[in-house]
């Protein structure tokens, strides 16, 4: 649908018709072939803004990427990382695709993959620099301040979360639209079928998302105009705890 490698319409159907968890165990193969895999260019920003921000009195040892899918941040941040970079998802499969790709990545930090909820993180004070991306969709708002204090338990003072996402489109453009039906379609699926497929659109945005980080102890800077064509309405928040 997307690529002749990607996965087909019918795949897409079939995954949205599953557990979110599982519903990427079934494309997990295919899923760097979908416009779902956050982009190289987007990352290397990402990458740029932690190390413009990384003094050299305290380099980066550890780093986490939550939601880590097939580990497309993770073998960014392995090269900038001394010990160790880790990955938490809760889909095997995607888990599974992340491990042989990360191994193949520069660095020589330790990969670790961890299976578990991104919204009771089981670290505690062992990071410095948390990521996450293309993944937000899936916290649902009442769910944020449980994941943001996930994160922040797991940062040590200091430590910074890094993140790229959106700004709230105005109403008068096609994004919002399509944003907001797709939102429309997915409450209905998912007021009728169980599991749950929980993937929105237009959350986690700024600014409305500081506030939060804010209430979780982060001071939060915001870098605009690094991401580069078709991704550049795109930010990327540091949040320093
Ligand atoms: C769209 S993919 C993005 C993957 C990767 N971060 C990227 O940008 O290419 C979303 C990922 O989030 C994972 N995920 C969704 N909800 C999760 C949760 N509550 N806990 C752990 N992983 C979750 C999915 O399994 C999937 O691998």
């Known amino acids: 649908m997307y690529h002749p490698e990607g996965p087909t319409f019918l795949?897409?159907?079939?995954?949205?018709?599953?557990?979110?968890?599982?519903?990427?165990?079934?494309?997990?193969?295919?899923?760097?072939r979908?416009?779902?895999?956050?982009?190289?260019?987007?990352?290397?920003?990402?990458?740029?803004?932690?190390?413009?921000d990384t003094p050299a009195t305290r380099p980066i040892r550890a780093a986490l990427d939550v939601c880590c899918g097939t580990g497309a941040a993770m073998s960014h941040l392995r090269a900038l990382c001394s010990d160790r970079v880790v990955g938490l998802d809760f889909s095997q499969g995607m888990l599974d695709e992340a491990r042989r790709?990360?191994?193949a990545a520069p660095g020589d930090a330790a990969v670790e993959l961890v299976r578990g909820d991104a919204l009771a993180l089981p670290f505690s004070s062992e990071f410095d620099i948390a990521t996450c991306v293309g993944a937000f969709g899936h916290i649902l708002p009442e769910d944020e301040e449980r994941f943001v204090a996930g994160i922040a338990r797991a940062l040590r003072p200091?430590?910074?979360?890094?993140?790229a996402t959106g700004e709230m489109?105005?109403?008068?453009?096609?994004?919002?639209?399509?944003?907001?039906?797709?939102?429309?379609?997915?409450?209905v699926r998912n007021a009728l079928l169980r599991p749950p497929f929980i993937m929105y659109y237009l959350t986690f945005l700024w600014p409305a998302i500081a506030p939060v980080l804010e209430r979780h102890g982060f001071t939060v800077e915001v870098h605009e105009g690094l991401c580069p064509a078709p991704s550049q309405r795109g930010v990327i928040v540091t949040a320093r705890r």
Do not use: C
């Open 158 to 163: 200091g430590g910074r979360f890094v993140f």
């Open 169 to 187: 489109p105005p109403l008068r453009a096609g994004s919002w639209w399509l944003a907001r039906s797709f939102n429309a379609v997915m409450r």
């Open 11 to 32: 795949e897409l159907m079939r995954q949205a018709l599953a557990s979110t968890e599982h519903g990427y165990d079934l494309i997990a193969p295919k899923f760097d």
């Open 34 to 52: 979908t416009p779902f895999r956050t982009p190289d260019a987007v990352l290397d920003a990402m990458m740029r803004a932690i190390v413009d």
């Open 101 to 103: 790709r990360v191994a």
